[in-house]
């Protein structure tokens, strides 16, 4: 673990696990949850959702990260043994410019988020390695900037990095498949550079599973190919880093862990989100609370609990980086 300051190391423990594991829980879906509630939801239908993940499932979690925007009520819901990161991103971003340029949420700050309880600051950034410099640049400074403010305030940031192709259109496409573990791995060692003040990476895996030899209808690696593209990932950076869901189901998660772990990568947990509690937005909002509320203390609990048998399986120890 590269050195950090007494404060920052001290609020990254509150994240972690008593094994040094992180086991987060993610609900800062925006847009994308209301899409998944419908459109016609309200603000107070998010907010409610969120404090019931958030009250039954983090008792099982080390953290949660939640959003200023729609999650602050929920903050409240947490188990007492877990840890907070906020979101500080705009949810989605522009798509009438090139370069999936980030923003910040107006009102907020670092100091701001700290104030709210924050253990952590996290910011999501769309980065392709390959776009023009003119594009890159404005993002590196970017990300420069948030580092300092974290730096500043003695928080730790956490970064997560989702890749793209400004060429290739569908990210789930074979065509993206064959050049995703440039895109993931070469965007680590990118943030990893000290000007960033980076704390903690959140990162996709290098490959998408549904192309690996062996888990889905066709091949664009071969198992011994993909487990080296989980080695050099964990060679690309000297920081802590953790696996996001990416949306995919909870038992192609724990697959791709497992995997993860035979090949040798020493990521460090996880921040999960919908691979946990996804199936619940539906029943909560066809059925109601209380039937969401039933579905998350049982199949939600199970889903994390089992996510967590196997983070402790696989995942090495922060401090021990």
Known sequence: MKPISDKKRLALKKIMNENGIISALAIDQRGAL???MGEATTTESIEAFKGLVSEVLTPYASSILLDPEYGLPATKKRAS???LLLAYEKTGYDT?????LPDLLPIWSARRLKEQGADAVKFLLYYDIDEPVTINEQKHAFVERIGSECEAEG????LEIVTYDATIT??????????????????????SKPEYHVDVLKVEVPVNMEYVEGYGAEAVYSKQEAREHFKSQSNASDLPFIFLSAGVSAEMFQETLRFAHEAGSRFNGVLCGRATWKDGVKIY?????????????????ENIETLNKVIQETASSVEKD
Do not use: C
């Not at 909002?285 to 609990?301: F, H, P, R, Y």
């Open 81 to 83: 043994s877990a840890g």
């Open 155 to 158: 928080i730790p940031f956490f």
């Open 96 to 100: 009438t410019k090139p370069g999936r």
């Open 34 to 36: 209301k899409r998944m």
């Open 170 to 191: 569908d990210a789930k496409s074979k065509d993206y498949a064959k050049v995703k573990p440039h895109k993931v791995n070469d965007a680590m060692k990118e943030f």
């Open 285 to 301: 909002s066809e059925s109601g609370a209380d039937k969401a509320k039933e579905w998350l203390q049982t199949q939600g609990k």
